[in-house]
């Protein structure tokens, strides 16, 4: 590494601690000021508030990295400029794009960094923040254990297979209590198999207790009982726990029809579609938007290094609270361009790509051209 690119790096990193930890007190102290008194209520201790927090931060870092990579990039640009090392940098002759790889490195880290966190920690943070939230209080007598769902149903419409009850479903081991599960075979005869409890053990699943029913093909006949047995293997079953769970995630979240979020990872979008191959045009467009804002999402943190390089780095004596006043501004923008961009690919205006890649693009693209405009 060249002794400029250290310098650089050096210069930009310091401001960027700065600004990641400003913005983290600021949303802890908005937060705690919020949430305090609910949180006393629930009887949590120091330490339990502490965790609460400390259980949130990978989603708060995803929120804060392009704002905090921005604010640090115009500033560390701006006072570059002020004190003319860009004029001098490049009368040495270094373009102006050979001295900024350094920060289109850090760009491109970060965001692999926030493509981790949101794919990888941010899609539990909530509940693990939440079970914190509940520790001290004495569950009610019919409420469902940790990690228990009750009264699930799915369609898995690419098998052609309906779970229309499960009593209770274990999102963390896969078991089930009281399954019911019912499909049609080649000739039309419908079979439905219902048991006591069900697991999902070396990736088949299997039944206890169970009850297999069968349906003669267009008749009105009551299904037969045709097999009772205490175990039942079932390795044609292509649902998967990973699967299940998509649905529960993609259902709830489809329920609120909320465009502007991408919480959802990008596996359990995939599986969600394993499992639902017929979707409707409305909900099809809303789930494809989904996938493709969350891929793009992460990438601000390198799109906000090409937009920031033609503004940071021009020529002239300014003040450095320029560039802060710029960082406000151009995200800002990028911010309502992408609720934008992310409501009308949901409601099917623009195609599902478009809805979630076109802020990234137009502003990427005019970072690009801004930059080779520099003089």
Known sequence: MRLLDRYLLRELLVPLGYCLSGFLLLIFAGRLVNELHGLQEKMLRTGDIALFYLVQVPEFLVMILPMALLLALLYTLTNHARHHEITAIRAA??????????????????????????????????????????????????????????????????????????????TKTGEMLKPDVLWTQPDGSQVYLRADRAAYINGVWTFYNASKYLGAAHTNSPPVLVLRTNLLAMPEFSETPEQINSEIKISSSMSLKAAKKTDVPVLAILNYRRLHSNLSRSDSAWLDTKLQGRLATPWTCLVVVLIAIPFGAASGRRNVYVGVAGSVVIFFTYWVMQQVCLALGTGSYVPPWLGGWLPNLAFGLTGLWLTARVR
Do not use: K
Not at 99 to 109: A, I, R, S
Not at 141 to 166: C, E, M, V
């Open 93 to 170: 002759g270094v373009s102006l794009w050979r001295m900024c790889l350094p920060y289109v490195v850090v760009g491109f880290g970060l965001s692999l960094l926030s493509f981790a966190l949101n794919e990888f920690y941010v899609p539990d943070s909530a509940d693990q923040a939440e079970a914190i939230r509940n520790r001290r209080v004495p569950p009610a007598p019919d409420a469902p254990g940790r990690n228990q769902i009750r009264d699930l149903g799915f369609n898995n419409t690419g098998s052609h297979r309906y779970w229309p009850h499960i009593a209770v479903y274990n």
